[in-house]
């Protein structure tokens, strides 16, 4: 079984401009959730999908978004990258009745 | 705020030994306390994870004790060996039914176990 796949794995991008991430989660899972990994903060939640649906959302500006695809796929998005943007992001996905929760190996964000 | 504290940040234990990682959190409406394991340049994997109805949970070398009176929580690690040198992470959500929720995570545990 294909675990949670995160495209790409690592990114450079400068400041002021936009990037889109990808995460495909476990064939059957429906409920998607990004994370933040930094030094400095730890994890932090960013947003949940659940069936296309935006469930729950981090204290995180605007410039954040995402959005789920009807296959489950799920993509971030930031706009108008900062430097402080540089983290690595992680996305995980649930099965329904509490079956395990499972992390992709995230995607590497460095903005200079 | 912080809802989930975890310590220490740093652990360093022999080989054979018994590693132990705490957390304490404030909100009683937590209903699922997950522990997670961190390997450079890997994404968490669910360690093992217990709800607040049972005071300890076994899985192999790995308990979760639960104290709720207290809002505690504590990851024991039995004969601790190298390959358990990772970062651990505790954690907590609410109303954890078909989705994950939103995961409230320690700041983790850097775990060293000498061989």
């Known amino acids: 079984k294909a675990g949670v796949t995160q495209t790409p794995r690592y990114l450079i991008k400068t400041r002021g401009q936009q990037v889109t991430l990808s995460c495909s989660p476990i064939?059957?899972?429906?409920?998607v959730s990004w994370y933040q990994q930094t030094p400095g903060q730890g994890l932090q939640f960013l947003f949940e999908?659940?069936?296309?649906?935006?469930?729950n959302k981090g204290n995180f500006p605007g410039r954040f978004s995402g959005r789920q695809f009807s296959n489950s796929r799920s993509e971030m998005n930031v706009s108008t990258l900062e430097l402080g943007d540089s983290a690595l992001y992680l996305c995980?996905?649930?099965?329904?009745?509490?079956?395990?929760?499972?992390f992709g190996q995230g995607t590497r964000l460095t903005v200079v | 705020q912080q809802q989930v504290k975890q310590s220490p940040q740093s652990l360093i234990v022999q080989k054979g030994g018994i590693s132990i990682i705490n957390c304490a959190y404030e909100n009683t409406a937590f209903d699922y306390f997950p522990w997670y394991q961190q390997f450079p340049g890997k994404g968490p994997a669910l360690l093992i994870a217990i709800r607040p109805d049972v005071s300890e949970k076994k899985e192999g070398r790995f308990t979760i004790s639960f104290n709720k009176s207290a809002k505690q929580f504590s990851l024991h690690i039995m004969d601790s060996q190298p390959g358990d040198s990772a970062t651990y992470f505790c954690?907590?959500?609410?109303?954890?039914?078909?989705?994950?929720?939103?995961?409230?995570f320690g700041r983790g545990t850097q775990l060293t176990v000498w061989p």
């Open positions: 954690a907590a959500v609410f109303d954890r039914g078909s989705t994950l929720g939103r995961l409230y």
């Open positions: 999908y659940f069936s296309e649906t935006q469930r």
């Open positions: 995980a996905s649930s099965g329904g009745g509490g079956t395990g929760d499972n």
């Open positions: 064939s059957g899972h429906r409920s």
